[in-house]
């Protein structure tokens, strides 16, 4: 079961992210236990975790967000599949810095992308699903982990 400390991992790798990339932080709200379905928005990167731990990590951003964020990048191809590339990537890289606070046990998979689809959330014993709202200038995404 996920500790608080262990979910701050998540809080922090995902301000660091936008202070670094964005060279904007990001503000984070408080984090909250997942009940029934997630909203998700339009693309989402899922990152599958094994080893000692196991479950899901994703983050899951509109495409205005996206645009901006390519933009302070700057980067000025706003296709599909550089959209799909840029959440891949923030996924990636927060469950990347997780694994150096939870050990190499943590296994990490290549991220999967999905666009718009219903995100089911596996639920196993001793599973729970909490969720970091994320607000990056005017817009909201979520950072979903659900571990073991």
Same mark, same amino acid.
């Given at each position: 079961?996920?500790?608080?400390?262990?979910?701050?991992?998540?809080?922090?790798?995902?301000?660091?992210?936008?202070?670094?990339?964005?060279?904007?932080?990001?503000?984070?709200?408080?984090?909250?236990?997942?009940?029934?379905?997630?909203?998700?928005?339009?693309?989402?990167?899922?990152?599958?975790?094994?080893?000692?731990?196991?479950?899901?990590?994703?983050?899951?951003?509109?495409?205005?967000?996206?645009?901006?964020?390519?933009?302070?990048?700057?980067?000025?191809?706003?296709?599909?599949?550089?959209?799909?590339?840029?959440?891949?990537?923030?996924?990636?890289?927060?469950?990347?810095?997780?694994? &150096?606070?939870?050990?190499?046990? +943590? @296994? =990490?998979?290549?991220?999967?992308?999905?666009?718009?689809? /219903? %995100?089911?959330?596996?639920? &196993?014993?001793?599973?729970?699903? +909490? @969720? =970091?709202?994320?607000?990056?200038?005017?817009?909201?995404? /979520? %950072?979903?982990?659900?571990?073991?």
């Amino acid at each position: 079961m996920l500790r608080e400390e262990e979910l701050k991992t998540f809080v922090d790798g995902t301000t660091r992210y936008f202070e670094v990339a964005a060279q904007q932080p990001a503000t984070i709200g408080s984090p909250y236990l997942l009940e029934g379905d997630v909203t998700v928005h339009d693309y989402t990167g899922v990152i599958s975790i094994s080893g000692k731990r196991e479950g899901v990590v994703y983050f899951t951003a509109p495409r205005a967000m996206l645009t901006v964020l390519l933009m302070k990048m700057q980067e000025s191809d706003f296709s599909h599949e550089n959209m799909r590339d840029l959440v891949g990537e923030v996924t990636n890289t927060i469950s990347g810095n997780a694994r &150096k606070d939870f050990g190499h046990d +943590f @296994v =990490i998979s290549v991220p999967s992308v999905l666009t718009g689809e /219903k %995100l089911q959330i596996p639920h &196993k014993a001793g599973m729970r699903s +909490f @969720v =970091i709202p994320i607000n990056w200038r005017s817009h909201s995404a /979520k %950072l979903v982990v659900s571990l073991t």
